[in-house]
């Protein structure tokens, strides 16, 4: 859970600010997104499954344009 802190004399902004980055750091919104809506088990493994390939290809074509 994100908890920030106000100072006394600190602006809001900055407040804000920091609030963001931490829930950012924590990852809170994108782990809202993957429970938004349920995803059968096989669902997930396909999806992590084209990520991977997608992250080969990826770098074998990175690797391509450095020769």
Not at 21 to 43: A, D, G, M
Request: glycine share 2%; net charge positive; hydrophobic share 30%.
């Amino acid at each position: 859970m994100a908890v920030v802190i106000v100072h006394d004399g600190e602006p809001p902004e900055k407040a804000l600010k920091r609030f963001k980055r931490l829930v950012e750091q924590e990852q809170i919104l994108t782990e809202v997104k993957r429970r938004e809506y349920y995803e059968k088990p096989s669902e997930r493994k396909k999806k992590r499954e084209r990520a991977r390939r997608k992250r080969i290809l990826k770098a074998l074509k990175k690797q391509q344009q450095l020769m």
